[in-house]
């Protein structure tokens, strides 16, 4: 079995002195392995297809020269998008103020969706707020998670006019 996050460790210092962060790596097996790399820009820009062929390449020459996976894979990079998924706890802080989606592993009070306004990290949950009641759901139960994608989420992400910047 493939360690993604060995390959996530040999790969961030690099990806990061370039101005770049990981998102995920995943690796997946079988007839056709593939090795996913998700990331973004540091300075939280939207990517373009040069940078995650500039990712590409690193990643490639980084795990040429390693070598930690045996068999024939195909690397595969993207970016996360607008309505991104959330990994890391970090991502439920940064994001906070907007819509998501969540699943859990387990039900909460019978309840295994949950679709609401991010409050951030209170502890070892995520608090969101649903309209009528706030919650709170463990980190380590949540199947998945992503944006919602919204009016408000895509101004924020809409690149600043040079004269708002400054």
Do not use: W
């Not at 949950?125 to 949540?142: D, T, Y």
Request: net charge negative.
């Amino acid at each position: 079995m493939i360690d993604a996050k060995g390959i996530e460790a040999l790969i961030v210092p690099s990806l990061e002195a370039m101005g770049y962060r990981i998102v995920r790596a995943v690796f997946t097996g079988g007839r056709r392995a593939t090795l996913q790399v998700m990331a973004e820009r540091a300075d939280d820009a939207a990517m373009s297809v040069d940078d995650c062929s500039l990712v590409s390449q690193t990643v490639s020459a980084l795990l040429d020269v390693a070598d930690p996976i045996a068999e024939s894979y195909q690397l595969e990079v993207s970016s996360p998008g607008i309505d991104r998924p959330l990994f890391r706890p970090e991502d439920y802080e940064r994001f906070a103020g907007f819509e998501a989606k969540l699943e859990l592993h387990q039900p909460l009070d019978g309840r295994r969706r949950f679709r609401g306004r991010l409050l951030g990290l209170d502890g070892d949950a995520v608090k969101v707020n649903l309209g009528a009641e706030i919650v709170r759901l463990p980190f380590a139960g949540i199947a998945r998670a992503k944006l919602v994608l919204t009016d408000e989420l895509i101004a924020a992400t809409r690149p600043k006019a040079r004269s708002e910047a400054i």
